[in-house]
C-alpha cells in the first residue's frame, strides 16, 4: 500500500525535545542511586561517590538516558552537574589532561599550564571534596578514564556511559542497554511519520522496529527518511530494510543501525552525499555552514541548505549555529570516504577547511585592533561572511568554538601532511586568544599550542620555529613554578637558537638562562650567563638590551653580596639609559643604586643618589613612579634620622597618589619600582 493518505509528522529535530521510553532503566537506576553501597552495607561509610554505569554501543540512546537520569535527580545535587566526554566521536580517547582541565574549567577553577594529568586530576577530585554534585562521564573508554576523576566524597554521583563494563571500579552499578522496547521504538518513529501512517500498518511499524534493532539512531535516520517521503509507506520501508544485506564487516549488534543507514544514505542527492562524508574530516564531528561549505568547495548558501536537509533526515543534529554529527554515524561515514574519494580530494578539503579556519581567526584577533589600523583595513577586505561586526561577537565565536578549533589544530599537525596551513593555523589561534583573553588568562590553551608548534618544528627540522615554542613553553613553565623544567628548556632553545643562526632567540634563550638560575638562587650561573647575554647585546649593537641586562647583572650582584660589582653594573645601567635618552628607566635604575648603596653602608651616598633620582622622576611627568621614589627617599631619610624630611617627602607621595596615606597601593608601586 503505497499511496495512502497520511498526516505529515513535525521536523525532524522535534523528536529531540522528548524522551522515549526507557522508563524500567531509569527506574532501576533511581534505586540503586538509593541503595546501600558495599561499604555501608559492611558498616563504614562509602569513602567514595557512587559510580552507576549505562552501558550500550554507540546508537543505543545511552548518553540521552544519561542526560534524563541528570535531570530527574538534579534538585538531589544543588551544586550542579558536571559534564566531561572521555573519547571523541569516532572513539578516540581524550586525554586525561585535557578531559580534566575541561572540568576544572567548568567549576571555575583555573588550570595550571603544563600542568600534568596527576596533578590535574587531584584538583578535580579536590575542587568536589566540598560539593555535592553528579558527575557525568560521557563515552568512557575504560576504568582507567573514569577512577582519576572520582571524588572521595559520597555526596557526590558519578554516572559513567560506557560500552562495556568498568572492570577495576568497585560496586559499580550497571545498566545494560539493548534496544528499546517495540512501544517505545514506534512512539519515536510516530513522532516522524505522524499517527495515521502507523495506524494504517502497526505491524509494518513493529517490523522497521525490530529491523533497527530498537537503536535510536536507526529509527531516527529511517523516520527521517519516511518525513521527507509523506506517500511512502511504512510497509515499504520495512520491506526495504529486510532486503538490504548485512555488512559482514560490522558486528551483529551494529549492522541494523548500518542497515538504516545505508537506506537513507543511498537516497541522497551526490552532491549531498559527497558532503556528508566530508563532514567526517570536520574536528569532532562539529561543523557550521562556514566548515561545509569549505569541505564541499560549494557556496554558503549551498552548504547551509544541505546541512538542514541532512539535520532532516537525522545525518547531523542541530545544536544553536552549527550541526553535530552522531558519533555512531562518524565509523560509517569515514569507511566510506576512504572508499568514494581520492586521497588528493580528501586533502584539498580539509586545506580548503583550514584555510578557512585560519581566515576567520585572523578576522576573529584584527576586530580587536584600532580604526584605521593595518588589520583593521585588511579586515574590510574580506568576504562579508568571514567578518565580525563586533569585538564581543568576535570573542563569543571563539569561546564557543574553542574546543573545536583546538581540536582543529591537533588534527592538522597529527595529519603531517598540512604542515605549513597548521602551523599557520596555530599562530593565528595562539593572536586570537592572546587578543581576546589576554595571554593569562589563555596560558594552559597556549601551552598546548606551543607544544604543536614544537612537534611540527622538531619533525620537519625547522631550528627557528622549535627555538620560538621552547623559549614560550618555557617562559610558562617558568610562570607556573616549574623552574628547572624551564632551564632545560631555555637550554635547548639555545642550541635551536645557533642552529637557526638566530641572534634574537640566542640571547633571548641566554639570558632567560641566567633568569631561571637567579629564581634558583645560582648567583653565580646568573651572573655568567647575564654576562654572556650582555656581550652578544653589545657585539650587535642593541642598546636598550644592552642597559637591562646591566640592570639585571646588578640585581643578582646585589642579591649576592657583592655590592662593587652591584655599583658598577647599576650605573652602567644608568648611562646606558641616559644616552638613550629613557628618563623613567634611569630614575629606577638611579632608586636601585641607592638601594646598594645602603647595603654597603653608604647612607650619605645613598640620600643624594635617592634626590637625584626623584628629580629625573619628576621629569618624566609619571607621577606614580614619582610618589615610590619620594616614598624611597622618605624610607632612606628615617634611617638616617630625618623623621621631618621623611614626613614631608611621604606627604608629597600621598599628594601624587591622590591617596589618604600610604596604603597598599603605595607598597605595590614600590615593590614594583624595586623589581624593574
Not at 579556519?357 to 576586530?367: D, K, M, P
Not at 618624566?620 to 615610590?628: E, F, P, S, V, Y
Not at 638616617?640 to 624630611?645: E, I, M, V, Y
Request: proline content about 5%; some cysteine; glycine content about 10%.
Amino acid at each position: 500500500m503505497t499511496d495512502q493518505a497520511v498526516d505529515v509528522g513535525g521536523p525532524a529535530e522535534a523528536y529531540r525535545s522528548q524522551f522515549f521510553g526507557r522508563q524500567r532503566e531509569l527506574k532501576s537506576l533511581r534505586a540503586d542511586i538509593e541503595r546501600a553501597g558495599l561499604d555501608t552495607i559492611s558498616g563504614r561509610k562509602a569513602p567514595r561517590a557512587r559510580v552507576l554505569l549505562i552501558a550500550g554501543r554507540p546508537g543505543s540512546g545511552r548518553t540521552a538516558l544519561a542526560e534524563e537520569l541528570a535531570r530527574r535527580v538534579a534538585a538531589d545535587y544543588p551544586d550542579g552537574v558536571l559534564r566531561a566526554r572521555l573519547s571523541e566521536p569516532g572513539g578516540r580517547r581524550v586525554p586525561m589532561e585535557r578531559a580534566a582541565r575541561g572540568l576544572l574549567d567548568s567549576l571555575g577553577i583555573a588550570s595550571p599550564p603544563g600542568a600534568g594529568e596527576d596533578e590535574l586530576t587531584g584538583m578535580v577530585r579536590e575542587a568536589l571534596t566540598e560539593r555535592r554534585m553528579l558527575l557525568l562521564l560521557d563515552d568512557a573508554g575504560d576504568a582507567e578514564q573514569v577512577d582519576p576523576l572520582l571524588p572521595d566524597n559520597p555526596d557526590c554521583l558519578a554516572v559513567a556511559v560506557a560500552e562495556g563494563p568498568l572492570t577495576g571500579i568497585p560496586d559499580v552499578r550497571p545498566c545494560t542497554l539493548g534496544g528499546m522496547d517495540a512501544k517505545s521504538a514506534i512512539e519515536l518513529l510516530g513522532t516522524f511519520t505522524g499517527s495515521v501512517r502507523i495506524t494504517v500498518d502497526p505491524q509494518a511499524a513493529e517490523s522497521i522496529a525490530e529491523e533497527c534493532g530498537g537503536l535510536p539512531t536507526a529509527l531516527v535516520l529511517v523516520g527521517g527518511w519516511l518525513a521527507a517521503r509523506p506517500r511512502a509507506s511504512v510497509a515499504d520501508v520495512a520491506k526495504r530494510l529486510r532486503a538490504l544485506p548485512d555488512d559482514s564487516e560490522q558486528p551483529k549488534v551494529g549492522r541494523p543501525l548500518a542497515r538504516a543507514f545505508r537506506l537513507v544514505y543511498e537516497s541522497l542527492p551526490p552532491s549531498a552525499a559527497g558532503m556528508l562524508r566530508l563532514l567526517s574530516l570536520a574536528p569532532g564531528g562539529i561543523a557550521d555552514a562556514h566548515t561545509a561549505s569549505a569541505l564541499a568547495g560549494c557556496s554558503l548558501q549551498t552548504a547551509e541548505a544541505t546541512l538542514c536537509d541532512l539535520a532532516d533526515l537525522g545525518f547531523v543534529r542541530s545544536a544553536g549555529d552549527h550541526h553535530e554529527v552522531p558519533g555512531a554515524l562518524l565509523p560509517l561515514l569515514r569507511t566510506l570516504l576512504q572508499t568514494h574519494d581520492r586521497p588528493a580530494e580528501v586533502q584539498l578539503a580539509r586545506a580548503r577547511m583550514l584555510e578557512r579556519t585560519v581566515r576567520q581567526l585572523h578576522s576573529c584577533r584584527a576586530i580587536t585592533e584600532p580604526d584605521g589600523s593595518p588589520a583593521r583595513m585588511k579586515l574590510a577586505g574580506l568576504p562579508r561572511a568571514l567578518r565580525f561586526s563586533t569585538a564581543s561577537a568576535a570573542a563569543e565565536w571563539l569561546r564557543i568554538r574553542l574546543p573545536a578549533l583546538l581540536a582543529s589544530a591537533r588534527l592538522a599537525v597529527e595529519d603531517g601532511e598540512l604542515d605549513t596551513l597548521a602551523r599557520r593555523l596555530v599562530a593565528a589561534l595562539v593572536r586570537a586568544l592572546a587578543a581576546h583573553r589576554g595571554t593569562e588568562d589563555a596560558a594552559a590553551e597556549l601551552y598546548g599550542l606551543h607544544q604543536l608548534v614544537l612537534g611540527v618544528a622538531e619533525r620537519r627540522g625547522l631550528h627557528r620555529e622549535r627555538a620560538a615554542a621552547l623559549l614560550n613553553l618555557a617562559d610558562l613553565d617558568a610562570q607556573t613554578g616549574r623552574t628547572e623544567e624551564a632551564l632545560a628548556r631555555y637550554r635547548a632553545a639555545l642550541d635551536a637558537g645557533r642552529a637557526a643562526n638566530d641572534p634574537y632567540a640566542t640571547g633571548r634563550a641566554m639570558e632567560s638562562v641566567g633568569g631561571a638560575y637567579q629564581e634558583l638562587g645560582d648567583w653565580q650561573r646568573a651572573a655568567d650567563w647575564y654576562g654572556r647575554a650582555l656581550a652578544q647585546r653589545q657585539a650587535r649593537g642593541e642598546r636598550t638590551d644592552e642597559a637591562r641586562l646591566y640592570g639585571r647583572l646588578g640585581a643578582v650582584h646585589t642579591y649576592a653580596g657583592r655590592y662593587g660589582e652591584a655599583l658598577r653594573n647599576w650605573r652602567a645601567a644608568v648611562a646606558g639609559y641616559r644616552r638613550l635618552g629613557d628618563l623613567p628607566s634611569r630614575a629606577r635604575a638611579l632608586s636601585e643604586v641607592a638601594r646598594v648603596q645602603e647595603y654597603a653602608g653608604r647612607p650619605e651616598e645613598c640620600l643624594r643618589t635617592c634626590q637625584e633620582a626623584v628629580e629625573w622622576a619628576r621629569q618624566t611627568g609619571d607621577a606614580r613612579l614619582q610618589a615610590a621614589l619620594q616614598l624611597r627617599l622618605a624610607d632612606t631619610l628615617d634611617r638616617l634620622g630625618d623623621p621631618t624630611a621623611a614626613r614631608l617627602h611621604r606627604a608629597m607621595a600621598e599628594k601624587l597618589l591622590g591617596t589618604e596615606g600610604t596604603d597598599d597601593s603605595a607598597y605595590e608601586i614600590r615593590s614594583t619600582s624595586a623589581k624593574d
